[in-house]
């Protein structure tokens, strides 16, 4: 036998083609609520593979995070289309998928309006524990302006100023 020869190259292989199964047929659609507080709680549907064996597909659907705008959460908000929530799967209702608020931001668009030249942009952030367990992260962000009567073309504020307000 000659070195480096595939024996295998010329023979078929055991039984036939794998038939091809569409993937969607596998697949259920849940719809996903938001929390209470907001006026719209159907915010859409998601997909999950279906339950087989040990894997269940409420497993796969808890954690989830979906990303919404405030626009589409309350009626008549497409001012406020720039804040973005991000909402988190805790549980699992029959077909529906119950979140809860996980975070909050801006969208870039919005951010990058703010930013000014010749103004100081002061970024800060905590964390706070809540009575109830929840630890919140909060970022902030603010900027100088300028003030009445001012000639001066920059609005810069001093390094001390800014270590104040931080």
Same mark, same amino acid.
């Given at each position: 036998?000659?070195?480096?020869? &595939?024996?295998?190259?010329?023979?078929?292989?055991?039984?036939?083609?794998?038939?091809? $199964? #569409?993937?969607? @047929?596998?697949?259920?659609?849940?719809?996903?609520?938001?929390?209470?507080?907001?006026?719209?709680?159907?915010?859409?549907?998601? $997909? %999950?593979?279906?339950? /087989?064996?040990?894997? %269940?597909?409420? #497993? @796969?659907?808890?954690?989830?995070?979906?990303?919404?705008?405030?626009?589409?959460?309350? !009626? *008549?908000?497409? #001012?406020?289309?720039?804040?973005?929530?991000?909402?988190?799967? !805790?549980? %699992?209702?029959?077909?529906?998928?119950?979140? &809860?608020f996980w975070g909050m931001s801006l969208t870039t668009d919005k951010l990058r309006s703010l930013?000014?030249?010749? *103004?100081?942009?002061? !970024?800060?952030?905590?964390?706070?524990?809540?009575? #109830?367990?929840? @630890?919140?992260?909060?970022?902030?962000?603010?900027? /100088?302006?300028?003030?009445? &009567?001012?000639?001066?073309?920059? @609005?810069?504020?001093?390094?001390?100023?800014?270590?104040?307000?931080?």
């Amino acid at each position: 036998m000659a070195v480096g020869k &595939n024996k295998k190259l010329g023979k078929k292989g055991k039984g036939g083609k794998k038939k091809i $199964v #569409d993937p969607f @047929s596998r697949k259920e659609w849940y719809h996903v609520r938001a929390p209470a507080v907001f006026p719209q709680t159907k915010i859409g549907r998601t $997909v %999950v593979t279906k339950t /087989t064996g040990t894997k %269940v597909a409420k #497993d @796969s659907l808890m954690g989830r995070v979906f990303e919404v705008s405030l626009g589409d959460l309350k !009626e *008549h908000a497409e #001012d406020e289309a720039f804040r973005k929530f991000k909402l988190r799967v !805790e549980d %699992v209702n029959g077909r529906h998928c119950l979140t &809860n608020f996980w975070g909050m931001s801006l969208t870039t668009d919005k951010l990058r309006s703010l930013v000014r030249k010749w *103004h100081t942009l002061i !970024e800060a952030n905590t964390t706070i524990e809540t009575t #109830d367990g929840y @630890s919140l992260r909060l970022f902030a962000i603010g900027f /100088t302006h300028e003030r009445p &009567n001012q000639r001066k073309r920059t @609005s810069y504020a001093q390094s001390a100023q800014i270590r104040n307000i931080r």
